[in-house]
């Protein structure tokens, strides 16, 4: 995995966070929140797909590479999202 492949993830993962976030209204955690929480989904999922061997997430910049990468890291961001948001409400109602 080369760098400029791991920063089209991680923006791309700030971009999903965010997304994520406004529709899904009660999992939202500000927009600085949803955006570190996109950065770390948006990174995770990247080199999650890099160790299954996915073909996007190969590096490079031809264009399957970085709309893969782009894939990756959006998807990535805005899963992680909605799991720590679900989380976060879950221990907020028990309270």
């Known amino acids: 995995m080369d760098v400029v492949t791991l920063l089209v993830q991680l923006i791309s993962g700030a971009v999903g966070g965010n997304i994520a976030g406004n529709a899904?209204?009660?999992?939202?955690?500000?927009?600085?929140?949803?955006?570190?929480v996109g950065i770390l989904g948006g990174g995770l999922g990247g080199a999650l797909l890099y160790?299954?061997?996915?073909?996007?997430?190969?590096?490079?910049v031809d264009v399957g590479s970085?709309?893969?990468?782009?894939?990756?890291?959006?998807?990535?961001g805005g899963v992680l999202l909605a799991i720590?948001?679900?989380?976060?409400?879950a221990f907020g109602r028990s309270a």
Do not use: C, D, E, Y
């Not at 160790?51 to 490079?60: I, K, P, Q, T, V």
């Not at 720590?84 to 409400?89: E, T």
């Open 66 to 76: 970085v709309l893969g990468s782009i894939a990756s890291g959006g998807i990535g």
């Open 24 to 36: 899904l209204k009660r999992f939202s955690l500000g927009t600085v929140g949803n955006s570190i």
């Open 51 to 60: 160790a299954l061997g996915g073909g996007a997430g190969s590096g490079g």
């Open 84 to 89: 720590i948001g679900a989380i976060r409400s």
